[in-house]
């Protein structure tokens, strides 16, 4: 019988191939890797960190080839938007930020208005088509996402960018370290040092 931490570590690598090979969040691809290996629903579910470590395993052994070149292209496409919505004090996060993603990632970058009708507003004014709804932001408190899609010319496909939408008092508390002591998210600047660093990851 597996330990919990073996059943944990099981659960992870499972978790990690639906994640770069499907784009599923981390949060999907750990309830699926469940059910995949026929384990009790209440099983325990790795953190966030292992899944994370796991992640970078799997690009390793299986992407090592395509990943570098396919984080490029999202990394130039959300600054891309980042210039765009200047205005906002644009920041990047989750795996485009972190150096995980893959073509089937999806870019979230947070946005910090005076007033969080702003972005919605400017994305009337340029005539950008996008989708309401809502997501959780670091704090487990559901803010406004409008979700755009957007063309990669390099990648040759769409790509979803989902724009968190924060008052600016926010901004403070989303640059605070992470459990690993990183930044958790990154303003333009940060991107494009990112991207002028051998490989942009």
């Not at 469940?34 to 209440?42: A, D, E, F, I, S």
């Not at 150096?99 to 919605?120: N, Y």
Request: glycine fraction near 8%; include cysteine; proline fraction near 4%.
């Amino acid at each position: 019988m597996l330990s919990r931490d073996d059943t944990a570590a099981e659960i992870a690598a499972v978790a990690a191939g639906l994640v770069v090979d499907e784009g599923q969040d981390y949060a999907a691809a750990k309830r699926a890797a469940v059910r995949q290996l026929g384990l009790p629903p209440r099983t325990a579910l790795p953190d966030n960190d292992l899944l994370e470590a796991a992640v970078r395993e799997h690009i390793a052994v299986f992407c090592a080839d395509t990943q570098p070149g396919e984080l490029r292209a999202l990394r130039e496409l959300a600054l891309v938007w980042m210039d765009r919505l200047q205005a906002f004090r644009p920041h990047l996060g989750g795996a485009v930020w972190h150096g995980t993603a893959t073509r089937h990632s999806d870019i979230h970058m947070h946005l910090f208005c005076d007033d969080p009708k702003q972005a919605e507003w400017a994305l009337i004014d340029h005539r950008v088509d996008y989708h309401p709804g809502t997501a959780s932001d670091w704090r487990g408190d559901a803010v406004q996402a409008l979700t755009v899609r957007t063309r990669s010319e390099a990648l040759g496909q769409w790509v979803l960018l989902h724009l968190l939408v924060h008052d600016h008092d926010a901004q403070r508390g989303a640059l605070k370290p992470d459990s690993q002591g990183r930044k958790p998210r990154g303003d333009a600047a940060a991107v494009r040092a990112l991207l002028a660093t051998e490989g942009g990851a």
